[in-house]
């Protein structure tokens, strides 16, 4: 099917379209919708045509969502857990994710469809978090409309440009192809390069849970630093002896403690990001002796069950 042919098909069932497309991507399938809603948005004859355009992205994105928000109620931190392993970026953590709902509360849903990542984490986190449903209907409704809104808007304003975008890449089909197949394989590239460079920062020494435990034991245990999120806090419940923390607020985390002593942060993430990030911050601060926990909490508790009476 060439580029003619697709645009044909979505000014002849523009709605339908424009619906599987948003449904598809807001699932989290790397179906981008924003090419098709800026091509729609072209097509629009009247404003009729526009608003059930606009209806139908606003119904498949709050359905997703819906069902992302009753996965993340239904299974809390497995479900976001799950999501941040399927990343190909692991230090793109959920922790980060959800750390940045809690700070914007509600407000993270309207804008979530803008951030890429974001966008399918934040359902469940809400959910996890046991945000009323209507709160969140509405939240996700405005940030959808919003959203597709402004791309549709675009389309129509830029409609002259997009039709002759599109009649240039028909006239040019294996140009175009190249030139998108060009773009992915660049992306994928730095992709592939921030992965190389998270591998290269978390080259550093950890700790592991029979260490840990025998130095929280011992006449100078560490300060340990837990980096989960709410969602999984609430959950699981704290860490005896444990000191909750945030990225942004180490200082805060860490307070007067004497940068000779030791410090072990600790994340659910997956391959210790947050851990090894915090670790890394805290030796830029001065800290002379940190190591993030080996495996995280899952490690940890796996630990504790082992050694448990």
């Not at 986190?125 to 405005?142: D, E």
Request: hydrophobic share 55%; net charge neutral.
């Amino acid at each position: 099917m060439d580029i003619t042919q697709i645009t044909e098909a979505i000014q002849r069932d523009a709605v339908w379209v424009v619906f599987v497309n948003v449904l598809l991507q807001q699932l989290g399938l790397p179906v981008p919708a924003l090419p098709t809603l800026l091509v729609a948005g072209s097509l629009a004859l009247t404003s009729g045509q526009a608003g059930q355009m606009l209806a139908a992205a606003v119904l498949a994105s709050v359905i997703a969502d819906w069902a992302w928000y009753l996965a993340g109620r239904g299974f809390g931190y497995r479900v976001l857990s799950g999501l941040c392993r399927l990343s190909i970026n692991p230090g793109s953590c959920v922790s980060a994710a959800e750390a940045r709902f809690v700070r914007w509360g509600v407000w993270s849903l309207v804008i979530a469809k803008f951030l890429p990542g974001f966008s399918t984490v934040a359902p469940p986190i809400a959910g996890s978090l046991r945000m009323p449903l209507p709160s969140f209907i509405a939240a996700a409704s405005f940030g959808a409309a919003f959203w597709a809104g402004t791309a549709l808007l675009i389309g129509w304003l830029l409609r002259a440009q997009v039709q002759n975008a599109i009649a240039a890449m028909s006239g040019h089909g294996m140009t175009a192809i190249a030139v998108i197949a060009l773009a992915l394989g660049f992306w994928l590239a730095w992709k592939l390069w921030q992965k190389y460079r998270f591998e290269r920062l978390a080259a550093i020494p950890h700790i592991t849970p029979v260490e840990l435990m025998a130095a929280m034991e011992s006449d100078a245990p560490p300060l340990l630093l837990d980096f989960r999120g709410a969602a999984l806090i609430a959950e699981a419940g704290p860490i005896d002896g444990a000191t909750q923390a945030h990225l942004d607020e180490l200082h805060q985390a860490v307070g007067q403690w004497p940068k000779h002593q030791h410090i072990v942060t600790l994340c659910a993430c997956p391959e210790d990001a947050t851990a090894v990030r915090a670790a890394r911050a805290l030796t830029k601060l001065g800290y002379t002796s940190v190591r993030p926990l080996k495996g995280g909490y899952e490690s940890w508790m796996e630990h504790l069950g082992k050694n448990a009476p």
